[in-house]
């Protein structure tokens, strides 16, 4: 157990529709990651949060927002959902700007 | 940009031998970090091991060490005594300037007895 906390595991929906995936991060941690991990992209970062404020953004569309709360848990929305959005999400969290993130078991997203 | 490159896309090994997991990566930059992780059939993404790339000498990690030829920008993961459990993908990771982890494509591990 990384001590990353997703919710919720599965997520099944419809296309067009809006999601949103919640990541805990460990105690004590700043920074949070978002990655989603399909069949045909890989692993691909999307974007990190560190103390609230955006720090790095990665290969996230424009339909996708992230954001992170004054107690650092992060939340990623997903809208206008497509066939091929359909993948596993991960949030990692870190201590401070530390290089080892820790995963959470990902939310598995399934778009009908 | 840097990326990652694992040329084994499936691998197998039979229970107590070793293996050896190969990783190349491309970059410019002189100061950065690479990974192993793991992630079994339950999803979850394990930390193996991490390397400093200032640092010369190789990270182990119980059963885990790795091959690090920074010239030759390669980061091969070997596991001895192999056991069922390691059964898995392995991804190498990339953590560079751009402050984010790249990953390669993953290897999948099979562990047979």
């Known amino acids: 157990d990384s001590g990353v906390t997703q919710t919720p595991k599965h997520l099944i929906t419809a296309t067009g529709q809006r999601v949103t995936l919640r990541c805990s991060p460990r105690s004590g941690d700043l920074s949070v990651y978002w990655y989603q991990q399909s069949l045909d992209q890989g692993l691909q970062f999307l974007i990190q949060?560190?103390?609230?404020?955006?720090?790095a953004k990665g290969n996230i569309l424009e339909r996708f927002s992230a954001q992170q709360f004054p107690d650092l848990h992060s939340e990623l929305n997903l809208s206008s959902l497509e066939l091929g959005d359909s993948a596993l999400y991960f949030c990692?969290?870190?201590?401070?700007?530390?290089?080892?993130?820790?995963f959470g078991p990902g939310t598995r997203l399934t778009v009908l | 940009a840097q990326t990652v490159t694992q040329s084994q896309p499936e691998m197998s090994v039979q229970e107590a031998e070793t293996v050896t997991l190969s990783c190349t990566y491309d970059?410019?930059?002189?100061?950065?970090?690479l990974f192993w992780y793991k992630q079994p059939p339950s999803r979850q993404m394990i930390l193996v091991i991490r390397?400093?790339?200032?640092?010369?000498q190789n990270a182990t990690e119980n059963r885990f060490s790795v091959n690090f030829q920074k010239a030759a920008k390669s980061f091969s993961l070997k596991i001895s005594d192999s056991q069922l459990g390691d059964t898995a993908m392995y991804f190498c990771a990339f953590w560079g300037s751009q402050g984010n982890l790249i990953f390669g494509k993953g290897t999948k591990l099979s562990v047979k007895p």
């Open positions: 990692a969290s870190s201590l401070e700007n530390s290089l080892t993130q820790y």
């Open positions: 390397q400093e790339a200032y640092k010369q």
């Open positions: 970059t410019s930059e002189s100061n950065y970090y």
């Open positions: 949060y560190y103390n609230g404020e955006e720090r």
